[in-house]
């Protein structure tokens, strides 16, 4: 004997499992399973309604407001054609920019390195007192 009235069937296509517990899209309204239940597994045509993540323009990295019933996709677009301030010359900025003034020494770091008895900016290599003919005092302290 069936229990007439109880559950309904997935609306998924290849599904249609009867469900005692059904579960109701948000977005599209129709009733699915617990293993349709993602907007991805019935692929879902409304589910860019329910979305609240704000999209990200992939050039200048900025959020861009999206209202709802627009199309996520079609709004960064827009953006990028109109109002995207991506400059590409700033994508090339240096990050090494810290030169060691040992002399002969031709490279940079990204952080100063300043020698605490001559306020020389230097390298990992050169950084220590005894390492780059440190002037700033008359006795080294250590080469540690």
Same mark, same amino acid.
């Given at each position: ?65 999206? $209202? ?5 996709? =079609? ?5 990028? %054609?109109? &109002? +995207? /301030? ?30 605490? $008895? ?5 390298? =990992? ?5 005894? %390492?780059? &003919? +440190? /002037? ?9």
């Amino acid at each position: 004997m069936g229990l007439p009235g109880l559950g309904e069937h997935c609306s998924q296509r290849i599904c249609k499992q009867l469900d005692f517990l059904p579960l109701k899209c948000d977005a599209c309204g129709e009733v699915f399973c617990k293993h349709h239940i993602r907007y991805d597994d019935h692929e879902c045509n409304s589910a860019y309604k329910k979305n609240v993540q704000v999209p990200v323009c992939p050039l200048c990295n900025a959020p861009i407001p999206v $209202q709802k019933g627009e199309i996520p996709d =079609i709004v960064v677009g827009a953006h990028m %054609d109109k &109002d +995207c /301030k991506y400059n590409p010359a700033q994508q090339k900025q240096r990050i090494f920019t810290n030169k060691c003034l040992k002399p002969g020494c031709k490279r940079k770091e990204m952080m100063k390195l300043v020698c605490e $008895q001559c306020h020389g900016n230097f390298c =990992i290599k050169h950084r220590h007192p005894l %390492d780059h &003919d +440190c /002037k700033g005092s008359s006795h080294p302290i250590s080469k540690a």
